[in-house]
Each structure stands twice: as C-alpha cells, then as structure tokens.
C-alpha cells in the first residue's frame, strides 16, 4: 500500500484542540486533495492543491486549514472552528493539468472528537 | 452549481445477476467519469473509468457507459459475485477549466445475496 500515505489511522481529541492530519505522497503527483467522508455519504472536497504553494478551497473549507509546502506532503488541520469534526478523513493525488486524471486515496484517518 | 447526482443509494441483487447504477452530472464541460469502489474501511480505488470522447468502456465483467448529451453516465456488473459487494461512487472531472477536482456522487451500497 505504498504511493500514499496518512497518519495517524486513528485519532481522538477532546473539544477545543486543534489537530493536524498528515499525507504523504511518493507518486510525484502535482495535485492533492483533502476528502471529508461522514457515514453514508460521499466524498466532500475540503481543499486541494494543484501545485506547491497554492491551494485552493472546496466545498467544506470552512473550520479546516492546509499547507503546501513541499510537493509530497499535504497536511490538514482541522481547527476548532470546525463545527463537527468527527469524521473520516481521506487525503488523495493524481498529476495535474486538463483531461481528468485518477486521484489515488490514502487509507485514511478516522477523527473522533469529544 | 456543479453536482453530480447517483442512484439508488442502496441496491440488492442475487449472486449472478447484473448490478446497474445511475449517475447524471450537471456541468456540459466535464469530461472524466472514474467509478470508484470502497470496501467496509478501507479507501476508494478505481474499477473503470472513461472519458467523453468514448461512449462505452468495458473491463471483464466490469463496464460503463457515457451519454454526453443526456449527461448521465451508469456502471454494469455483469455475473455479480459477494466480494462485488461494496460501495460505489461515481465522479465527474472537468469543472472549472484546468482542474483535476472531482465531484463525487453521495455512493450506492450493493449487496449480493449469496
């Protein structure tokens, strides 16, 4: 299962924390993507970067943060803006430019916080 | 605003029989339609995937078909098998020009009856 990976599978925070969720990529992938995926419902875009240095906002940005910094990683915080963060998070790349191209998933980090 | 809509959320079929799933799409300019599939979890990985300028894509007992002018897409499972079981998610690519982001249906989980 190597190419993309997250850390830590499983995370537990107490209300009022911030928390930062790693990805970590060795495809040589220009793009990446953050994913917040609740029980029985798809996949909702958080943010995502189509090059280092610039990121741009999806769907639910709101309560989250990112950087990018380098080319293989991604990391994501979630703040506590965020009003319900308990959720599983996926990170994902694909190459970057026109046509459409597969994004490649991590595992994922499954965030519960009390 | 883009969407991509996918039906039925749910579906049962008896082993050996097809597995049809329905998704439309709202932006004219998208032109990459990926399927993904998710097991119980685990992260989301590519079955099929096609482009607009192919009608119909077919991979063993997998196989997709595109209608551009309708705007809807549908994955077939032919001769369908337990370990089919899973979540399904279509996806469409194109909006906004350049990027890669991918818009995803809210899934369809198929079970087969053994």
């Known amino acids: 299962d190597g190419g993309i990976t997250q850390s830590p599978k499983y995370l537990f925070r107490k209300e009022g924390q911030n928390v930062t969720l790693s990805c970590e990529q060795n495809l040589n992938h220009d793009a990446m993507y953050w994913y917040r995926q609740d029980p029985g419902q798809g996949l909702r875009l958080i943010y995502y970067s189509q090059i280092v240095n610039d990121f741009q906002k999806g769907d639910i940005a709101e309560g989250y943060s990112v950087s990018r910094e380098k080319k293989e990683s991604f990391p994501l915080t979630v703040t506590s803006a965020q009003k319900n963060p308990t959720a599983f998070y996926l990170c994902?790349?694909?190459?970057?430019?026109?046509?459409?191209?597969?994004?490649?998933f991590g595992p994922g980090t499954r965030l519960t916080v009390t | 605003g883009e969407n991509v809509e996918q039906h039925p959320s749910t579906l049962s079929v008896q082993e050996g029989d097809s597995a049809v799933i329905k998704c439309t799409y709202s932006?004219?300019?998208?032109?990459?339609f990926p399927w993904y599939k998710q097991e119980l979890g685990k992260r989301p990985q590519l079955i099929i995937d096609?482009?607009?300028?192919?009608g119909e894509k077919k991979d063993q007992r997998i196989a997709v078909t595109l209608n551009k002018t309708a705007k809807h897409f549908s994955l077939h499972i032919t001769e369908t098998q337990p370990e089919d079981s899973a979540v399904y998610f279509c996806a469409a690519s194109g909006y906004g020009g350049a990027t890669n982001k991918l818009i995803f249906g809210t899934g369809t989980l198929l079970a087969v009856q053994p």
């Open positions: 932006d004219s300019a998208s032109n990459y």
């Open positions: 994902a790349s694909s190459p970057s430019g026109t046509g459409g191209y597969e994004q490649y």
């Open positions: 096609i482009r607009s300028n192919v």
